[in-house]
């Protein structure tokens, strides 16, 4: 995929998919402004706490759509935000490359992140977003890096760190203290441009509790945030398609 020529970047690649919607974003940089949600279908890791198992196997796609059909889709809602998430929206080879290039040419978007799990090799999408100007200017990488508590911290692919930048952002879900202070070694390990964000596992994280853990530690010398899952606020934690 590294030498890949950017003309096989077609629109008539196909992509399983879970849904497609519009909703407010919920966490990170852009939380309440108003995206379309991309869910694409199938993922490569098993976290003990995900919330969205419905979108790897044993599961099925609930559809199959060409990627001419999801920038269609996605242009008809005509907002500016545009999440590309999963499942691991990243882990689809050249159909993925090929979405985030066309997705980028919609004129009336200006923000894409792409919420990636942080065990697929960032370096072919960096690539793709050095040289693409619109990508360039409008794709931002949320990655996880997954921690104990996740069952998968060993498949993180760990160079990712350095080719984050400054607009980009990383996301440790914490599900007890001692995460926490796993996460905190990893940014000191290997220091990144990207902002620092800390999410409570709900069922065994209380938020107070990590709030009084950034408040001590000041990681990233007080640059990282707290990140809420503010959708699982507004709507029932369970629900699907918002």
């Known amino acids: 995929m590294h030498n890949l020529a950017w003309e096989e970047l077609h629109t008539d690649l196909k992509v399983p998919m879970v849904e497609l919607f519009e909703t407010v974003e919920g966490e990170g940089r852009m939380a309440g402004y108003p995206t379309v949600f991309i869910r694409i279908f199938h993922c490569n890791l098993r976290c003990t706490w995900c919330d969205t198992t419905y979108s790897y196997a044993p599961e099925k796609p609930a559809f199959t759509a060409s990627i001419c059909e999801i920038v269609d889709r996605v242009s008809a809602y005509g907002h500016g935000v545009v999440c590309l998430t999963g499942g691991e929206p990243l882990m689809h080879g050249v159909k993925s490359l090929a979405l985030v290039y066309h997705l980028a040419r ?65 996301k440790f879900v914490v599900g007890n203290e001692a995460d926490f202070m796993y996460a905190l070694d990893v940014l000191k390990r290997h220091p990144t441009r990207a902002t620092a964000l800390f999410s409570p596992v709900w069922e065994t994280m209380p938020p107070a509790d990590l709030v009084s853990f950034l408040l001590k530690y000041r990681p990233q010398e007080g640059r990282a945030r707290l990140n809420m899952q503010i959708h699982k606020v507004i709507w029932d934690p369970e629900a699907r398609g918002v």
Do not use: C
């Not at 942080?118 to 100007?133: C, H, N, S, V």
């Open 106 to 170: 919609i004129p009336h978007v200006w923000d894409i992140h792409i919420e990636t799990n942080g065990a697929i090799d960032l370096q072919p999408f960096q690539a793709l977003r050095e040289r693409e100007k619109e990508v360039r200017e409008k794709v931002r990488f949320v990655m996880d890096y997954k921690l104990p508590a996740s069952g998968e911290t060993e498949r993180m692919h760990v160079p990712n760190l350095a080719l984050l930048e400054e607009r980009d952002e990383v």
